[in-house]
């Protein structure tokens, strides 16, 4: 079995179940008979410094830009940092810069979207981002094809999702596109989750 490391991006102001709720489906999910667990969760901060996430949630990061290991499933969070502090960041546009041409899948859950279309990434393709920021995304990069009303966006390597929750319906998708639909409700049944695949 291929065990995929899942890296998900960490800073201040992140919103919360942006990359709590991923963690937790990625974490959970294991396969039928051998029981192993086919992803590895770390999250990763530019610095690795304790973060402060949305409301006063503190979270230490496993790893930072210099150290973190060969990632091959990034998430990209979002909520008031990513929105406002973050793409006004170099180093974190550069770091998501690389990452494309490092990983298998890129993705990013809420405003995460505006940080993907921020390091071009988005340009020419069809994404999404939560309900109350699609005008801003669809404003600011015109080169992207902004999808509303929808849960997330696949684009193959690159996949996007709307608000908050939305990231967990991502992560779903994505298990099902890697290890097939049976794998990806049964990890939804532990959760106490519905989905649609």
């Known amino acids: 079995m291929q065990q995929r490391t899942v890296g998900i991006l960490l800073f201040n102001d992140v919103e919360v179940l942006d990359f709590a709720g991923p963690f937790e489906v990625f974490s959970v999910a294991t ?19 304790l973060v402060t996430a949305r409301n006063g949630l503190k979270v230490f990061p496993d790893y930072s830009f210099d150290n973190h290991p060969s990632l091959d499933i990034v998430i990209i969070p979002g909520g008031y940092g990513a929105e406002q502090i973050e793409i006004n960041n170099p180093t974190i546009i550069e770091w ?18 505006l940080l993907l279309a921020k390091a071009g990434i988005l340009d020419g393709r069809k994404a999404t981002t939560h309900w109350m920021d699609v005008d801003r995304l669809k404003h600011e990069f015109p080169k992207v094809s902004v999808q509303r009303d929808v849960k997330f966006v696949d684009e193959g390597s690159i996949i996007t999702s709307g608000g908050i929750s939305a990231g967990i319906n991502m992560s779903f998708h ?12 049964d990890t939804a049944k532990r959760m106490e989750y519905e989905i649609k695949l």
Request: aromatic residues 4%; charged residues 25%; proline residues 4%.
């Open 31 to 49: 396969l039928p008979i051998s029981n192993e667990k086919p992803f590895i969760v770390k999250t990763i901060s530019e610095n690795g410094d």
């Open 96 to 113: 998501i810069k690389t990452q494309q041409s490092r990983t298998e899948f890129l993705t990013s859950v809420c405003t995460g979207a």
């Open 174 to 185: 994505l298990i099902s596109r890697l290890h097939g639909k049976d794998v990806a409700e």
